[in-house]
Structures are given as C-alpha cells and as structure tokens.
C-alpha cells in the first residue's frame, strides 16, 4: 500500500500537467490559469468603464417606467397643475 499513494500522487501530477509534459502546452494548467487571469482582467476592466460612466460630470440615464416614483405627482390627476408648475 505504500506505492499506492505514489502512485495516485505521480498520476494527478501527470493529469494535470501531463500535455504540457507531452509538448502541448495549451491543455496545461499554466495556460489554464492565465485564461482565468485574463478573464479575470476583462471583468475589471468592464466594471472600470461602468463606473467611469457613472461619475458625477454624467447625468443619469432617464429611464421611461409606466409607474410613478415616491417623489412624482402626476398634477393632471390632483387637478393641481397650475399650483404645482
């Protein structure tokens, strides 16, 4: 049983970096971790650009909804408009 252990060690190892072993590096962990890296890089980089877009000299975007907000009066409702403008 004390080669057992070896040997399921040495067959992850080879598992797990056995293309870059055989000369195929893309399959390798290495490259792997670089696409994790990369992936990683993209998303900051989108979540940069959303937050420059949302810097104080931007004004919001206006988004059309069919209801009201709990700041809005529709003044046409409460007969109110020339009071209100």
Not at 22 to 44: C, D, P
Not at 60 to 80: H, N, Q, Y
Request: aromatic share 8%; glycine share 12%; proline share 4%.
């Amino acid at each position: 049983m004390k080669g057992y252990r070896l040997w399921v060690i040495a067959g992850l190892a080879f598992f797990t970096n056995g293309t870059s072993l055989l000369g195929i590096g893309q399959g390798s962990v290495g490259a792997l971790a670089r696409a994790i890296e990369v992936n990683h890089s993209i998303a900051h980089n989108i979540e940069r650009a959303n937050t420059l877009g949302l810097m104080a000299g931007n004004p919001p975007v206006k988004v059309a909804v069919d209801f009201l907000g709990p700041f809005e009066v529709d003044c046409s409702a409460l007969g109110m408009c020339q009071v209100l403008a």
